[in-house]
């Protein structure tokens, strides 16, 4: 069971826009950045958005986070075929004292 | 650009330690804008952060209450490299093992930016 809650499973159209929620609690989210990571199959993560909504260099405009409260959001516009992806949020637990990974969203472009 | 290295043992066997290290280029194990941390990713227990270590006029470490009474990781600043030690491992311990850098500043560390490609890492006899 994962500190970080997010649906197992997302689905859209190419050119639909998609959100990927995770919710957290007053000891990560609530009190600190959320960050969002994109995985293809046999490679590492990638990071996405950090500091709740920051995008690195390099990561195209169509992906966007946010943070309300306990829970973080990323939204993905324009949706491609290579955005089939698991996704996975990130938060620093202040209680546990360390980094929490959401259970990851398995993102299928229909 | 910062690159890391990976490099230990695909096949342990129960009991025994598991190690693996991390070699950095492009960036120094003792810098005070830097975490290095050790992450793992099986089926059954998905991404699982296990600990970090970093240089703040001296070394600290951080790790996991699901690990902690297992784990070292230790620096080696002789060959700017960083270490996983995981002791009396079980074949819950079999995943794919990634070393990743934190970026750090003003007294602050942030989620990792920088992951080495994967070791993966079966624990059998």
């Known amino acids: 069971q994962s500190v970080l809650t997010q649906p197992p499973s997302a689905s859209g159209t190419p050119g639909q826009r998609v959100t990927i929620s995770c919710s957290g609690s007053?000891?990560?989210?609530?009190?600190?950045?959320v960050y969002w990571y994109q995985q293809l199959p046999g490679t590492a993560p990638k990071l996405l958005i950090h500091?709740?909504?920051q995008r690195p260099s390099g990561v195209p405009d169509r992906f966007s986070g946010s943070k309300s409260g306990t829970s973080g959001s990323l939204a993905i516009s324009g949706l491609r075929s290579e955005d089939e992806a698991d996704y996975y949020c990130?938060?620093?637990?202040?209680?546990?004292?360390?980094?929490?990974f959401g259970g990851g969203t398995k993102l299928t472009v229909l | 650009q910062v690159q890391l290295q990976q490099s230990g043992p695909g096949l342990v066997k129960p009991s025994q330690t598991l190690s693996l290290t991390c070699a950095i280029s492009?960036?120094?194990?003792?810098?005070?804008?830097?975490?290095w941390n050790w992450i793992r990713q099986s089926p059954s227990r998905g991404l699982e952060w296990l600990g970090r270590?970093?240089?703040?006029?001296?070394?600290?470490?951080d790790y996991a209450v699901s690990v902690k009474s297992r784990i070292t990781i230790n620096p080696d600043t002789s060959k700017n490299q960083f270490s996983l030690q995981l002791n009396s491992v079980t074949p819950e311990d079999t995943a794919v093992y990634y070393c990743?850098?934190?970026?750090?500043?003003?007294?602050?560390?942030?989620?990792?930016?920088?992951w080495g490609k994967g070791t993966t890492v079966t624990v059998s006899s």
């Open positions: 990743a850098r934190g970026p750090c500043s003003g007294g602050s560390c942030y989620s990792m930016d920088v």
């Open positions: 492009g960036d120094s194990v003792s810098s005070n804008r830097a975490a």
């Open positions: 270590t970093y240089y703040r006029s001296r070394w600290y470490n």
């Open positions: 007053s000891s990560n989210i609530g009190v600190n950045y």
């Open positions: 500091r709740n909504d």
């Open positions: 990130v938060a620093w637990d202040d209680s546990l004292n360390g980094w929490m």
